[in-house]
C-alpha cells in the first residue's frame, strides 16, 4: 500500500482517517493482552480496508497514564506530528504506509514515548498471525519497561526543597576615627625692658 506524500498529510489534517480512543482499567497482571483485545478488531478491519488509522487504548499505571497506539504512516513519527513529515520526505513522492507501535508513559523511557516499527500494512494483512505476535512481543517488552521505571520512580530517594543560603553580609568597612589634635597656644613670654642704669657723678673738689 503505497500513498503519495501529499495525499497522506492532507488526509491526517482533515481527519479523514479512522481513529477512535478506548480507557480500560488498569490490566492486573499488566500485561499486552487487554490492550490488544481493544485495538485489534479496529486495527483488522482498518488493514483490510487499506485506510490510514489510530487507534488507542488508555490506562493507568502507578498513578501515570500509559497509551498504547497502533496507528499507520509513511515515517515513524506520529500522527500529531504531521506538520514534520515533509522535513523527512519530498511531498511529491510516494511512500510505502507502515504500522507503527506507540506507547507512550513517563515511565516507559526517558522521552516519554517508545516507537516500533510493526512493518507495512501489505505484509500485515499477508501475514496477520505473525504480524499480531509481533506486536504482543513489543508491547509486552514496553509494558515491562513501564513497570521498572515505576518500580526505579518508587526508590528514587526524595530530595528535600533546597533553602537558599542567606547571604552574610558585607563586613561594613571600619572608619578610621578621626585624630583630634589639640593645638597648644603658644606662650609668648615678654621680655621685660632692662633697667636703665643710674649713674651718680662726684662733685670735684673746688
Known sequence: MKIGVQAFINEIQDQTYLTDEYEIATPNPFVAADFLAQLKPAVSKAVEKQALASFSALTTYEGEQVKVTLETGVVNLPLQYIKKVNQFLELEAQAEVNIYLYVTSPLVNRSGMRIDLIGTVVDF???????????????????????????????APVEAPKTPAKKKAAPKKKTAAKKTTTKKKATTTKKKPAAKKTTTKKKSDA
Open 125 to 155: 494483512e499477508a501475514q496477520a498471525d505473525q504480524a499480531w505476535a509481533k506486536v504482543e512481543q513489543l508491547l509486552t517488552q514496553d509494558l515491562e519497561a513501564v513497570e521498572a521505571g515505576a518500580k526505579l520512580a518508587k526508590e
